[in-house]
């Protein structure tokens, strides 16, 4: 079956933790992000990346790191974290090579608590 | 600061009737898109349209783009109790960079 899988999906944490919430997809797609969702806001892209050792950052990139040393993974990672960046957290994938955009295909979240 | 401004924020009507609700965006685009989220999870794509097309048909959805005032709107019709969900438009800019950006959504509730 064709998914993005997240992990974890639920995690209670404290400031300061490092932490790393992975996403691996099995759709063999080049692209990839990382979105928070926070109440009114809607999604804000965080990172994404076009391919393996290409990434960029979206529009709240402070405070996050991302990798992409395989195809299919595409690790967030939060090295110090602060009550601010609790939220809801998507990873997405796309299989678009056109460079005009395609269907986004997205996990089921990861609900991370910074206390 | 968010592109994609969806109207309205809140939207409740009877099983069988319409639905309308509207994304206005501030850049050239792409394309636009629009989503559907179940309560907390995970976005699904319902449907996409291209900045040179008018207009598109997927099942009960039409979407229409106005290029030329930067708007589209999604119509369900005749909803179903399992319509009910947030639905957000996301827009791809031709600025060149590859940034998805999303709307704030409309929350549907259709009442059985």
């Known amino acids: 079956e064709a998914q993005v899988t997240q992990n974890p999906r639920y995690l209670i944490t404290v400031t300061g933790k490092k932490l790393t919430v992975t996403c691996s997809q099995n759709?063999?797609?080049?692209?990839m992000s990382w979105y928070r969702q926070d109440p009114g806001l809607g999604l804000r892209q965080i990172y994404y990346s076009m391919n393996v050792e290409v990434t960029d950052k979206g529009d709240v990139p402070e405070g996050y790191k991302v990798s992409r040393k395989e195809k299919r993974n595409f690790p967030l990672i939060l090295e110090s974290p602060s009550p601010n960046q609790t939220s809801l957290y998507f990873c997405a994938s796309s299989s678009d090579r056109s460079g005009f955009g395609g269907e986004l295909f997205f996990g089921e979240g990861s609900r991370l608590t910074v206390l | 600061s968010q592109q994609g401004e969806e109207d309205p924020q809140a939207l409740s009507i009877q099983e069988g009737e319409n639905a309308t609700m509207n994304c206005s965006y501030k850049?050239?685009?792409?394309?636009l898109q629009w989503y559907r989220q179940n309560s907390g999870r995970g976005l699904v794509h319902l449907i996409l349209i291209r900045s040179n097309e008018r207009e598109k048909h997927s099942g009960r959805l039409r979407v229409t783009l106005d290029t030329s005032k930067k708007s589209s709107s999604l119509l369900i019709t005749a909803s179903r109790a399992a319509d009910t969900a947030s639905y957000f438009c996301?827009?791809?800019?031709?600025?060149?960079?590859?940034?998805?950006?999303f709307g704030t959504g409309t929350r549907l509730k259709v009442l059985a």
């Open positions: 759709m063999n797609h080049e692209y």
């Open positions: 996301a827009t791809l800019p031709t600025s060149g960079t590859y940034k998805y950006i």
């Open positions: 850049t050239s685009i792409n394309n």
